[in-house]
């Protein structure tokens, strides 16, 4: 037999390495590079704070695209809506429209699309309403009222504590019992009433087809777990998985990234263990460090080179984070030439604080730096009260981060609590509210009508003709009239017709209703561009409004120029030319409430290096030495302040001035 040997053509594709467009070697380091060439197998990316990790992220979204790989069988999994958006948009800008057809988004609104798509396997239906803490706590309240629980003792816990208890149980992965043991043992003697009513709430929600955030990764998770077709299908459909700030995920969703996996191990999961501040929600950090264990055979790439601060203040953080008992041991270093050490300023006690920092600041100013490029951080809230009064004494403008959100105002609620009926009539929730703006309608009315009219085949046409008697009958049949004329309407619509309803309503359980006029404006202006009613109310649900409700309707006329207060949690991915750290002292930061608990201490580490880890340029941290708000007493400087090195801080010494009549004797 003769054999003839077939060559392999210099056009054959399948072989031919991919031409590239962009220039890769040129634009990232040496470790970034490893990251966005790599695709197949289990990565991990150890990010450390700067080191560029979004931008890595980007490039490897384009290098994928390039290198044939098909958009849609890449699945992109953020933390926030925005973060995903800006990947996918930065891509494209690098690349084509290709990379806009990559699937990214956060882990609820990807479990929200696969259970209206699958839920069923695991009793949904497609019309589920998603409820947000507030609604949640409304179901608690309801429950504790009804079950008559609250009146076995005044000290049974709110609404909203037992909310996250039950939120705990289920981001923890743990008992009713092992919670409240840990983390509320105030109330162990609740433990068997507690443990029912949790069974009532899993029962009610899935009887009423309402869903808190944590339910859509619960069932997420089952239905990935109990039903391998559908796991099957979902594992082949997103062949390569990107999971950014993974060392902020919990065990549910942990789980999830491992069952989607299921028939490949083409995970890189990005984070910085060193970062983890968030255990209060259900974040353990422990994912990121066992990462290597459930997918075994992982690829680690640190990422050290840090693009925002100079190296002094670099050096005080890596020695922060040296302290921590169990990481990824990695150090920091940047090419930004110069810089100052950062400054550590013991003062006398919490007033001279305030002087100090407010009057830095108007030097800072002085010399050129913006309001605006400067922040003060603090461990809780409550620690800028007095800097607050300083700020205004001298009238430096700052904003404070917090503050109502838009979605958590009580008239937008109301307005967004006729939609849900709409879109799903057996939302109890809902319908309790709306029915208590009824003039002459109470909390047992409200329920009664509304058991009754979930039980009828057109609940909407019930209403409309409400059969009893009674003094309210009239007003109950104009808002079921109203609700069944504007149904078919597009949500813009339906919004316009509500608020011509809800006017007097408004004006009768409403202070200052003319003030909440502009937010209902704002709120009709923004489904302007959905036609589709339950994607309006799933983006209200899982990506709301982020300002407040003061910036979302009325334009701040006041100078943008503003000095920024935060907390340490609301500051994570957010930088500043300078930075001030406050109330550096034992039993303020670290917390008091954290001593006892080695975990809780090393978070509270972390905290600190995030904290520090947001200065560019100038770094100043700062602590009394004498507490007169909790009993006058001397306070130690923070455990955490001890191991950083003298050599990498300048110290200084405050002095009040001299009395000028005293100069002159």
């Known amino acids: 037999m003769t054999h003839y040997i077939l060559k392999t053509s210099q056009t054959d594709q399948s072989q031919a390495e991919p031409h590239f467009t962009l220039n890769y070697d040129a634009e990232l380091n040496e470790s970034q590079l490893e990251v966005v060439k790599r695709f197949h197998g289990p990565i991990l990316v150890v990010a450390g704070a700067g080191s560029g990790k979004t931008r890595t992220l980007t490039y490897r979204v384009a290098r994928m695209v390039e290198s044939g790989i098909a958009p849609e069988s890449i699945l992109l999994l953020t933390f926030t809506r925005k973060a995903a958006q800006e990947m996918l948009r930065r891509a494209s800008a690098l690349l084509d429209a290709r990379c806009e057809k990559v699937a990214g988004g956060t882990f609820h609104a990807f479990a929200n699309l696969t259970l209206r798509r699958y839920g069923q396997a695991v009793n949904l239906a497609p019309g589920f309403t998603i409820m947000d803490q507030g609604d949640t706590e409304d179901v608690v309240k309801l429950l504790i009222d009804r079950s008559g629980v609250s009146r076995k003792g005044k000290n049974f816990p709110k609404k909203n504590t037992v909310q996250g208890i039950f939120s705990k149980v289920v981001n923890k992965a743990l008992t009713i019992e092992e919670t409240l043991q840990k983390y509320y043992p105030g109330y162990i003697d609740y433990t068997d009433d507690l443990r029912e009513l949790y069974h009532q709430f899993v029962t009610y929600k899935l009887d009423h087809q309402l869903l808190d955030y944590d339910d859509l990764l619960v069932y997420t998770r089952r239905l990935l777990d109990e039903h391998e077709e559908i796991r099957r299908r979902l594992s082949e459909r997103y062949q ?24 490949h191990d083409n995970v890189m999961a990005v984070g910085d263990e060193a970062q983890s501040i968030y255990s209060f929600r259900g974040a353990n950090y422990r994912n990121i460090l066992d990462f290597p264990k459930q997918f075994p055979g992982t690829t680690i790439i640190k990422l050290e080179e840090n693009f925002r601060s100079v190296q002094p203040i670099l050096n005080v953080t890596n020695d922060i984070i040296k302290q921590a008992k169990e990481s990824f041991r990695k150090r920091l270093f940047t090419r930004i030439p110069g810089g100052v050490r950062p400054v550590l300023v013991p003062t006398l006690n919490e007033r001279q604080q ?48 917090g503050g109502l959100k838009f979605i958590e105002a009580a008239h937008i609620k109301d307005i967004l609590a006729y939609m849900r009926i709409l879109a799903n009539p057996m939302d109890s929730v809902s319908w309790h509210r709306v029915l208590l703006l009824i003039e002459r309608i109470g909390a047992k009315t409200a329920t009664a009508i509304t058991q009754e009219l979930q039980q009828q085949p057109d609940p909407l046409g019930w209403l409309a003709a409400y059969p009893k008697k009674t003094k309210y009958a009239l007003e109950v049949q104009r808002l079921g009239a109203t609700l069944k004329e504007i149904l078919p309407l597009t949500p813009a619509e339906q919004i316009h017709r509500l608020r011509e309803y809800y006017a007097p309503i408004l004006r009768r359980v409403h202070d200052e209703p003319e003030k909440r006029e502009p937010d209902l404006e704002q709120l009709n202006i923004m489904t302007a561009q959905f036609r589709n009613l339950e994607t309006f109310l799933t983006e209200m649900t899982l990506e709301p409004p982020s300002r407040s409700v003061d910036g979302m309707a009325q334009v701040d006329d006041r100078d943008e120029d503003m000095l920024v207060l935060s907390t340490i949690h609301s500051a994570k991915g957010l930088e500043w030319h300078t930075v001030f750290v406050i109330w550096l002292a034992e039993g303020r930061f670290p917390s008091m409430y954290a001593l006892d608990d080695n975990d809780a201490i090393e978070e509270e580490l972390r905290l600190l290096y995030v904290a520090a880890t947001r200065a560019m340029r100038h770094l100043y941290l700062t602590y009394p030495t004498y507490d007169t708000q909790w009993g006058n007493y001397f306070s130690r400087p923070s455990r955490f302040l001890e191991k950083i090195s003298p050599q990498y801080l300048d110290q200084w010494s405050l002095h009040e001035e001299r009395d000028a009549e005293y100069d002159e004797m």
Do not use: C, W
């Not at 390569?240 to 028939?263: G, S, W």
């Not at 809780?380 to 700052?398: A, G, M, T, V, Y």
């Open 240 to 263: 390569f998985i990107m999971v950014d700030e993974y060392q902020d995920t919990n065990p549910i969703q942990a789980r999830i990234v491992r069952l989607l996996a299921a028939t």
């Open 354 to 401: 305030s002087q100090f920092v407010a009057q830095r600041i108007l030097e800072l100013q002085d010399e050129g730096i913006p309001l605006s490029d400067m922040a003060v951080l603090f461990r809780s809230s409550f620690h800028s009260f007095d800097l607050e009064l300083e700020l205004n004494k001298r009238n430096i403008p700052f904003v404070k981060v």
